[in-house]
């Protein structure tokens, strides 16, 4: 067994030290014991052992644990260690000394140690070492206080003295007041009661714990003290502070907590404690406000208000309950607060007056604390607080919240809700019906309970629409649908900490608006124009016209009105001084029609306008539909920079003329332009001059040329590369004297009506052209314009070559139409032409012919004549387009019956349709039966009141393609057979060259009834 304690040992760096171990350890049968050693830091200190010395050998600066195990013959073993702490040969160590007791808050004032009380100051000295310091302490008897405060050298945390080599001085803060635990209201005992003491010091180093050189004998004369501690429950931020607050409940609960400290032993039995509301100076009282009121639970139930004081025995707590203090309101940091007073008179627990031995440390404070309902207010608004908020008043709304005008002067008003019902039910003078509109007559809320149809209202948004057009509570003021109109009262009202409005429930204090309505339909804008376009020059103010929809509510009662004078049209940015424009009044009356115009004048300078239309309703506030576009004034007219055609050209079947160049409109953008050739000779007019191309120089003839028209789309700038073809005169023969032409652009941008339009001269040029070889036509078919022949008729043009070929030449014929062909005159079934060197310009005829046919179409089409043979391969020609006057005439019975019974009548509608509309035509219907119209007649016809006949005219008037009669057919009633019979209905035309058809006319069957 172990027997007594190892001593802890220092060695040095690379030193050893020998400790004898026999007399530590002891065997109760006398038996030799064997000893080993080990050691828990072999990185410091190593040990070994032989017989029973143990020898310690330093390695680095550090500790280690050295233990020592004895065993005897039976292997049973015994354990003990012992520290060793290895320095350095000649190393200082570091050490600790108390300098004094200085006051915390001055540093320069000593504090007296028989008369030490509180908190102080201790001010130690380390003086210069080589150790690494890792912390220092205070001792107060048996007590080691860890040492709290700062170092002199460059006013480092004590973690700063880890540094070595250093002297410094320490200042460790000791509070010799302190307490343990927290106040709860039962006495707290104090942590070092007042007493002599030695205050020491230790000091923690790389080589172990020491203390300090010396001690300093202190007496504690502490007084006896008061803590105040507030517990509380449902809290807000007031002007930076908490107010406390709310209703009672478990989890909201307020107790003011009286803990006594005695350091002499005085047991506390009975203490006070009293509340005080003052003003932004805890002096003086309040007058204006009500103190709290505190419950002792220990004691019959008591209240301290204005400041009274309420004893208590313990444990002390005071509760502060929202039904002793319902009319507590502080204001927080500014306004009223609350201060506690505690511990005016103390008695012990022997009940004998120990008020002296304490300190007066009143008042505690200040608390803020709202148990106040908030004031509800006198009527009930929809929008905000502020002025422009309005009263309901049969007004009808479209938006806004329900606003309750309440004042809280504590933690403030939160929220509120709102119930919204019929107004007929819910009338303020009684359901239903009735009731003088006097004070005397209101409902009393405690007897007749309000029918809601919403619940929890916050605003308009929550409500479904409905008019507010009734104004009395009778029978003839009654809507057929949905409620007749609304009335909202106030159902709820709490501030922040849950203080609620409980609502009086006497005629004179429910809080209930007067009738309203909730239009939430905005009016619809459609169609909005400026005049057809968006784009306009000075040349007229333009009008911006758009219709105006008020549509109805969704309980389908008309909405708030939409008139002339809650709509306009703006210019946003636009002032009078420095830009002018101005929108005339918008005109409208939506009891006519739904059309609205405003004039816009006055724009100072060409650009894009933002235009907006604005229409609002009659609701509160104003329904408002808007719409914006954008209006262009554009003055300027287009530009052109770029080149055109110049000098002189020679051709022989066409010239390329070139023109390139930039088009462009900054601000409407280009609408479209025209590029032409132009006859620049000048034959007629001194005032057109050859070296400028205007619009007063004609446009070459279509046959050479045509016009190029581009529509820009309203681009702001177009590109032009064009190269545009001038044809050579008609025939062959060189043109050796030169022909003058001019090149003109006309341009014309997007603004409305003719626009902003300009003429450019791109260049002039000559033309002169080589012989070519050419097919010539002549003759009425032969020129460059369309032509038309009657159905079945003919038409003759000719053809000659330009020039002698050198040999013979084909002239192959090709095209037309269905119907329409053309062939050589001398052989009508030839389908070529042949000239020869001989009689190449002897002109030889075609015809063309257009068979007759059943059917109203204008046949159409085009000849080509191709050459080949004799130089002139490849040479073609193409006629005009030639068309067929088709004079046919088709007549159909539509979806009339096709049988009557006989004994019957039916209506029978004759349509005549034909192609040739140039003159009026008179028609025959012939209506035809075997026995028609004798004493055996099977049927008879009638057009109108005239008498029956079995022909009826027709007329189609000239420039109509078709007419219709309608007669009225009747199957008489005949004997003697079974048999069906037939009328047949065919049309004619006196002296017309057309036909009619169908020809074998359409069939209409009398069914006998005889079978």
Sequence with gaps: MAVGTIPAHNVDVGGTATVPVAGYFSDADGDALTYSGSSSNPAAATVSVEGSTATVTGVARGSAVVT???????????????????????????????????????RNQSVNPSEVSGAVTVLLDVQYNDETVTGIALTLGDNVISCRGTSSDANQAIAGLAESGGAVEVDCYLNTAAVMGECMGEQLMPAYANGEYALGAQITTDGGTRESLGTQQVTLKNSGRMEVAHSGGNSVIKGGMQMYGGPTADDNMNAFHVCPVAYDGTMVGKVSLRALSTGAAKAEPHQAATSLAFKAPTTAPAASFNGAAVEMEGPFSWDVNSAWNAAVEDEGPGGREHWVFAAETIEDDGGLDVSSKFANMNPYGPYYFDFKAPVAPEELTVGSKASSAEAIDKVTYSSGSFFVDATDMGAGVAASSVS?????????????????????HRVDRSKVGFEAMYTDVMGIADLAEEDA??????????????????????????????????????????????????????????????????AFNAAADPVIEFEIQNPKLASGDNGTAVTATNASVTIPGATAAAEPPSVGTVAFDLSADDNATATVSGLPKDGEYTVTVTVRDGATPRNKATHMETLVLDTTDPTFSGSGPSGAMEGTATLGVNVSGVLKDATAGIKSYTLSIRDNSDPNSASLSPFFCEAADPVVAETRWEDVEVMGKGAKSIDIDRTLTLKRPAGGAAVTTAESFCVLLQATDATAGAGNSKDFSLGTFTATWTAQAVIALTGTLGDATEDTIPEAGTGTFSVALSQQPTGDVTVAITGGAAGLKAAPAAAATATSLTFTTTDYSTAQAITVTSEADKNLAWESGTFTLTASGGGYDGVTVKTASVTVND???????????????EGTNAEVTITATRGDTLTAESLTVSFEGTTANTADAEFTVKLGDAAASNTQTLEIPAGETSASITVTVTALQETGDANDDSITVTISGAGDSGNHFPDDGITITIVDDDK
Excluded: H
């Design 68 to 106: 020592i195990t004895a065993a005897d013959p039976d292997g049973l073993q015994a354990n003990q260690g012992f520290s060793v702490t290895v320095g350095q040969d000649g190393v200082r160590r570091a050490t600790v000394a108390i300098f004094g007791l200085r006051n915390p808050n001055d």
């Design 420 to 440: 919204v019902g019929d107004c007929a039910m819910n009338s303020p003078y009684g359901p239903g019906e009735g009731g003088a509109s006097v004070a005397a």
């Design 887 to 901: 004079p046919d005439v088709e007549f159909d019975l539509g979806d009339d019956p096709v049988s009557i019974t």
């Design 469 to 534: 057009t009734r104004t009395a509570f009778t029978p003839a003021g009654a809507d057929d649908n949905g409620a007749d109109c609304y009335v909202a009262e106030l159902a709820s009202l709490t501030d922040k900490l849950g203080n609620a409005w409980m609502g009086g429930k006497t005629p004179s204090s429910w809080l209930q608006s007067l009738p309203f309505g909730v239009d939430k339909t905005k009016p619809v804008i459609e169609d909005v124009e400026f005049d057809g376009s968006k």
